[in-house]
């Protein structure tokens, strides 16, 4: 059974640093593009983050770039997000997925549809 879990999640103050990580069991993600994502309460979900194992393209949203950093490693099976500089409306739940078949443009795109699968999510609670 392929799954996806996350962990790392927890409250953090404003400009602190978190790093969630993402195992996968059941198959190998190496080829596969694998994102993070969050959902803030009562807003839509947004692209965080992807990476492509077999080619180690990276791709960042612009509110998290040059914070927030997407590795992959490929012996483990897991996808990590490194959070630096935390701010408050980092708060929301964070979920880890994966596609066989999409770009990671595409994937940026699309906003987490049309994913293959999808973890369960750890929240992120960022205090003042």
């Known amino acids: 059974q392929t799954q996806l879990a996350e962990s790392g999640g927890g409250l953090v103050q404003a400009g602190g640093s978190l790093r969630l990580s993402c195992a996968a069991s059941?198959?190998?993600?190496?080829?596969?593009?694998m994102g993070w994502f969050r959902q803030a309460p009562g807003k839509e979900r947004e692209f965080v983050a992807a990476?492509?194992?077999?080619?180690?393209?990276?791709l960042h949203a612009d509110s998290v770039k040059g914070r927030f950093t997407i590795s992959l490693d490929n012996a483990k099976n897991t996808v990590y997000l490194q959070m630096d500089s935390l701010k408050l409306e980092d708060t929301a739940v964070y979920y880890c997925?994966?596609?066989?078949?999409?770009?990671?443009?595409?994937?940026?795109?699309?906003?987490?549809?049309?994913?293959?699968?999808w973890g369960k999510g750890t929240l992120v609670t960022v205090s003042s």
């Open positions: 997925a994966a596609s066989a078949s999409l770009s990671l443009v595409a994937l940026k795109a699309l906003g987490g549809n049309d994913m293959d699968y």
């Open positions: 990476i492509r194992g077999s080619t180690g393209l990276k």
């Open positions: 059941g198959r190998t993600f190496s080829s596969y593009a």
